[in-house]
DNA sequence: CATGAATGAGCCTTCATTCAT
DNA sequence: AATGAATGAAGGCTCATTCAT
């Protein structure tokens, strides 16, 4: 399998190497990219903000695209989460509802920069849109619809058009991710806060109880 | 005293010409935009789809970005409406939801693709973003806050953080554009059904009335 | 020769009128050139400075080329004076020189900026230099060479070369304009005394009496 | 204790390579802007002229106008003699004179269609025209002419006006370059003659020595 | 004739990509 | 594998020129 005269490669290490060297790629583009603009930003730039030369990005992206959908990627590891919901099924929906929306708008936080560089791209592309679609967004509202389907079918909730209110939800943290990504300094300096509130909302409304007991 | 011919043409026809063409090459922009992304879009593409001349574009426009400022602005005077909350001081908390939904909804809808454009350049581009948080996105906010803060007062909802509760309002709008925009089905399907479904939540909450009556 | 039914054209009238026109178009140019280049000025700011339109200026002119040619055709109207060396054949050779300068220099600074104009495309257009060299240099060199000769057959000058003494005599004028034109502020302030100290030197030479005697 | 081929490569190398393309660059640059003019030459025919492409011209030159400024200043460094002077003490005036016009004729023939293009521009751009002056210009001048007043006090040379005398003399040498370089034969071709022809005319005088004796 | 909006060829410049070292 | 100089296609923008009013 390996040329005459030659160790059989250690794949493994190989291997490493290049994972480093891909990574510490993505992450160079990744703030390039978010501080310009994927299109504004340059190859060049995002050699020297990895501390490497053009050419050798090419050894490890076919081409600048593919560095985007690197990006994308690395993103869809960190989502696409099954058991966020599973674990639901135990508990009453407001205490999921906080914990869900502790940890998911966690995650987006530690990923402000990725997503900011991949909505904006998304928005106007319609290859990378459907690609994200497809892999991330779809098969999560279908997962959370099954999920709303029994919560009220268990009575935790009250008979709710599923497929929307998902959305609601789901619409909401990626709403509040965006004012804060056009710099609305009331979301990020309380990130944290939110998911309480949300999930106080959301479950509870906002009407005050005289008037809840007046329905 | 001067000749006819002589006279300053009248002002009000070279003005409504003016505007006219600047009205044509926005909407083509806009859509050209929408589609590729402003960096991706051409000067000649905006000009193809206007059918005018490449140089015509810059008659009316200093430069690319002007153009896009001109798509911001357009935005800005369908935004800001301090009447949509002081209307909203008459009715209940939830009704009033429901009509303010309904409205700022509706003009978000036909301003999708505008949107599309602008959110994409803004989250990559400080300049383009601070002059739309400053212009629309703080005052807009004040505004609402102002609205809830009374509401709270008036004993209509409970009380909460206005700051975070107005923003996770306008977040969950903003959200839903955004599913719609990335080509959720599950949105832009039924986005007229949205806000009766998100004032129903924000109102009076998820919770089924028996849970609701336990807390 | 007309057309039915119209007056015989007063084409003294007309002629008048077109002359002035091309005359406004020409100084205007003349100004702009000057200030920014041939190439660097366009229509619309020669077109400005005439206070008339861009269009006009093309019922008046070929081309933006054909400008320059009538700025540099103004420019021979001035020159060529072969009576400027007749005259000279009465004096002895400082006076006919001193007055000589008085008047060539005096005409070349009322032209300034039209040799601005002139010298600097010129120098880089090959069309344009030939057309000057044709038209101005070669004739007035000619003559200025058989003027020199008969000064040194009457015995008025030493035996000179003449082809390059004229050149010499002819370059010194031309210099001094060209050091003025680059701002040089030695000469532009003292331009008057010039033609009398070029005259002394010419003629007499800087040696100091002594010296002239040794020889 | 470095890797050999992590060296910052021999500097030296680097740097001779470096110089030897902007040298060929500004070469063509050269010749072609002489042609055609600095405005109405184009880029790609300097790149075409230097055998390479025209994004290699930008690798080397911040723009064009770096190009011009490159031209300029490969003059600088062949002007500005304070030597040529200093030299001039020991000799009598009519013998430094013909040395000095020698050296300095020569220098400006070599460099004939640099001149061309510097001159054509500098007549019409300001900016250039002031570092040209300040660079070059006034340092020279003010050389030139205390050497002349030391001339005035050695008993050399006869009391004359030195600020005008040394502008007559440079502008002699200016103005028979611009003569040759509008195409005038009897200048070029004759070229070497002139500095002997010069420097006795300003020196001595061209009145034959009767009347010389007469003064 | 005068006007000035429209035109589009052409230029400077950028930057993704290649490839010899 | 890494490098970075070279490449040249493509884009924003200017401006001479035309022509309908």
Redesign the pocket.
Known sequence: MSEPGREPRRDGV?DL??RA?REQIVEAATRVFAEKGFR?????EVAREAG?????I???FE???ALLMAILERLNETERRVEDFEEGMAKTFGDFLGEYLRRRMSMIWENREVFRVVLSEMLVNAELRELYLRQVVTPTMRIAEEYFRAMVEHGQIRSVDTRLAVRILAGTVMGLLVLDLLGDEGVGTRWQEIPEVVASIMSGGLESDEDAGQR
Chains 1, 2, 3, 4 share one sequence.
């Open positions: 190989r190497i290049v060297r504004r930003a340059t190859i060049r490497i030369s053009e050419g050798t090419y050894n490890y081409d600048k695209d």
